[in-house]
């Protein structure tokens, strides 16, 4: 079996990937959105407006 990041043999302690740095890359990609699964359903479109214009007036909120 060979890593899913750079397709270097695995080692058991940090399998599926070969290092602890490949792991990390792999969540990397998690957190930032890269695996993210694009959507044309409409209403995730405008719920995603939402969020974000929510997001924009709260910043605009004096503290």
Same mark, same amino acid.
């Given at each position: 079996?060979?890593?899913?990041?750079?397709? #270097?043999?695995?080692?058991?302690?940090?399998?599926?990937? %070969? +290092?602890?740095? %490949? /792991?990390?890359?792999?969540? &990397? !990609?998690?957190?930032?959105?890269?695996? &993210?699964? /694009? +959507?044309?359903?409409?209403?995730?479109?405008? =719920? =995603?407006?939402? /969020?974000?214009? #929510? &997001?924009?007036? /709260? #910043?605009? !909120?004096?503290?």
């Amino acid at each position: 079996m060979s890593c899913p990041m750079c397709g #270097a043999e695995v080692v058991q302690k940090y399998r599926p990937f %070969c +290092s602890r740095r %490949c /792991a990390d890359r792999d969540l &990397a !990609k998690w957190l930032n959105g890269s695996y &993210a699964v /694009a +959507s044309d359903d409409p209403e995730d479109i405008e =719920a =995603a407006v939402d /969020a974000t214009e #929510a &997001a924009l007036h /709260a #910043a605009q !909120k004096p503290h």
